[in-house]
């Protein structure tokens, strides 16, 4: 996930950071920690959230481990519904899935195959429940 963006209307915040200056208009220059070296200081004002005193919005840096292309994966930690739309000429299945991000918890529909094949370990015990329910 690119920071900024997971899934629609869902905007992620990290910092908070000192302003060292403004190069335009809408350009500030932000003092990044040691840890974010990959990270180009230079931000336009619309990626940026004047900060406001709420301990919950802030995701700590060392948290967040940053890879070279400035991307980082969250983790899924359950299933908790599915379910299938019928479009015109197909059904698509999906799950419900909580999400552990850092500190906050959030729930998505995800396309369940995509789901699958990146995290088999979550559907195991799905399929181990409904082979149980097949022999009785």
Known sequence: MRFGKKGKLSPRYMGPYKIIRRIGQVVYELELPQELPTLHPVFHVSM???????PSRITPTEDVHVTRDIT????????????VRKLRNKEVASVKVLWRNQQVEE????????????????FQTDEKDENVELRR
């Open 48 to 54: 940026l959230r004047k900060w406001i005193g709420d």
């Open 72 to 83: 980082y994966e969250e983790v899924p930690i359950a299933i908790l519904d599915r379910q």
């Open 107 to 122: 729930i998505t529909w995800e396309a369940e195959e995509a789901m699958k094949l990146k995290y088999p370990h979550l």
